[in-house]
């Protein structure tokens, strides 16, 4: 094999073992970049924290975690959070939102420029981060 072939082939490997580990599957407008994973001292948890970008009218599917989800609006355009058993909150930076573990929820930029937040999860471990739901509306 050349040297560059060689590369090359490295190259994907890494993305690959990235891609797995430190990215998730992503829907058009979203970018997930998880900033780090660690145990806690509480058996079976873990704490997850991500930057999530949401673009110009973008809306995440609705879904739920495996534990809470404390949110902090980093920058940009205004996110509208909808959050099962509450009224929708629009949120700007510096703002936050407690999300209950397994609560439906969905989040919405309402902006015209991307919005962005740091997701810090309290989890359990070994469970997918995010799980889609297929109800119509949280409520």
Do not use: C
């Amino acid at each position: 094999m050349t040297p560059t072939r060689t590369g090359t082939i490295l190259a994907l490997g890494v993305s690959s073992v990235l891609t797995v580990g430190g990215m998730r599957a992503q829907s058009a407008g979203i970018t997930r970049i998880d900033l780090q994973r660690h145990d806690l001292s509480i058996p079976g948890r873990e704490v997850v924290q991500t930057i999530v970008e949401l673009g110009p009218g973008v809306t995440s599917s609705r879904h739920t975690h495996p534990g809470e989800e404390i949110v902090y609006v980093l920058e940009g355009a205004p996110l509208q959070y909808e959050v099962a058993g509450r009224p929708p909150v629009t949120l700007k930076p510096g703002d936050v939102l407690f999300i209950p573990a397994g609560a439906v929820h969905a989040a919405k930029n309402v902006g015209d420029r991307k919005g962005a937040e740091l997701a810090t999860y309290i989890v359990e471990k070994g469970k997918p981060l995010l799980t889609e739901t297929v109800d119509h509306a949280p409520r």
